[in-house]
């Protein structure tokens, strides 16, 4: 426990009192003294049996570098509910919280004067760079009702948020050269006729059925049943030990394995510690971007693969059917359009009411 600034006035004030009331008589004592000694003594009553709250946060979702979501602090009795909106503490305090955010995470605002136990404190968090990063423990420093002392209490409560690589627009030419290797992947014996079906992205035009087309106003295309042998365009990705190669391995994986399962093409995925498969499914996209988000450097495990990707210091090596090039030639200026992002409208919700407190600008 410790004065504050105003409870070392108070002190200094009381002090030059008993001075004067030692030189020029006892009458000023009673005036400014004893209320000193009054209001002190409150203060250390008050926070003498000030315990440390529990702490309980409204975590946000995994997702992409770039995304900004708010977080929710509430506080509790250590031995009561979890702390939420409707179960506060039972003896709410006036003090100070600052909150803690690891590495990788940037957060608008971390420091709160308010009444804790009585309402949550609020900020956003920006996701800056990929991986498993630490909000918290909360700092928490109690006050007494006059602001004359205050001592800090602990918190233990920490939680994580996954944070995925970004994922870039890939380019119309250089999607329609990895669409090209799965369907060269397509078994060549195409004589037994299946069914028609509607047209789907990544299907060729040589199998649409134009007199089927022509009465209806969707493409329709023949399948065959040699098309279930299609195999998946494979990819292998590897980094070396320096930095950010990792980080450029894990963008440009994602992006070009993203993007073709977007256009219908299933990818097998071989990573320095295993392999996956990703298809239109989202558990499976999901799986692959909690595999990028801490993967680290290691050698390109399928050299034979369709499509290898190797992340250096300096730039992202990407070989399409053995001929290499830069990842960022592959990089389109527009948005990607795929990914694991949803919208939040817990983030709206938090801007509305920043918005209608007045409080300022809002991060995006």
Not at 28 to 34: C, D, K, Y
Not at 41 to 60: G, H, T
Not at 317 to 326: I, K, Q
Request: net charge negative; charged share 30%; glycine share 10%.
């Amino acid at each position: 426990m410790r004065l504050t600034r105003r409870g070392k006035t108070v002190v200094a004030v009381a002090l030059v009192a008993v001075a004067s009331g030692l030189a020029f008589g006892p009458r000023s004592l009673n005036a400014v003294v004893v209320p000193a000694v009054v209001a002190l003594s409150a203060a250390y009553l008050q926070l003498r049996w000030v315990e440390p709250p529990a702490v309980a946060r409204d975590v946000p979702p995994d997702d992409h570098v770039g995304r900004t979501y708010p977080v929710r602090l509430f506080f509790g009795d250590r031995d009561g509910p979890r702390p939420s909106v409707d179960e506060g503490m039972d003896r709410p305090f006036a003090g100070r919280v600052r909150e803690r955010v690891g590495d990788g995470v940037a957060a608008d605002r971390v420091v709160f004067d308010t009444v804790v136990g009585a309402v949550p404190v609020e900020y956003d968090v920006t996701y800056e760079s990929r991986g498993r990063h630490r909000l918290g423990p909360a700092g928490v420093t109690a006050r007494d009702a006059l602001g004359l002392a205050e001592t800090d209490l602990s918190t233990t409560e920490t939680d994580e948020v996954l944070v995925y690589p970004a994922v870039h627009a890939i380019a119309g030419w250089a999607r329609r050269d990895l669409r090209a290797l799965h369907e060269t992947g397509v078994h060549e014996e195409r004589r037994e006729f299946d069914r028609l079906r509607e047209y789907a992205r990544g299907d060729s035009l040589r199998d649409v059925h134009w007199k089927s087309t022509a009465k209806r106003d969707d493409l329709i295309v023949k399948e065959f049943s040699a098309e279930a042998e299609t195999e998946a365009v494979s990819v292998a990705a590897g980094a070396a030990a320096a930095p950010g190669a990792a980080d450029g391995m894990a963008e440009a994986t994602a992006s070009l394995a993203l993007a073709l399962v977007e256009d219908g093409v299933p990818v097998d995925v071989s990573l320095p510690d295993g392999t996956l498969t990703v298809t239109g499914e989202r558990g499976s996209q999901v799986r692959l971007l909690e595999r990028l988000a801490v993967i680290g450097p290691g050698r390109v495990a399928d050299a034979d693969a369709d499509v290898t990707v190797y992340g250096e210091a300096d730039a992202v090596r990407v070989s399409v059917a053995g001929e290499d090039h830069e990842f960022a030639d592959f990089r389109s200026d527009r948005p990607a359009t795929y990914g694991v992002s949803r919208p939040d409208p817990r983030l709206d919700r938090a801007r509305g009411s920043r918005e209608a407190a007045g409080d300022g600008e809002v991060i995006a």
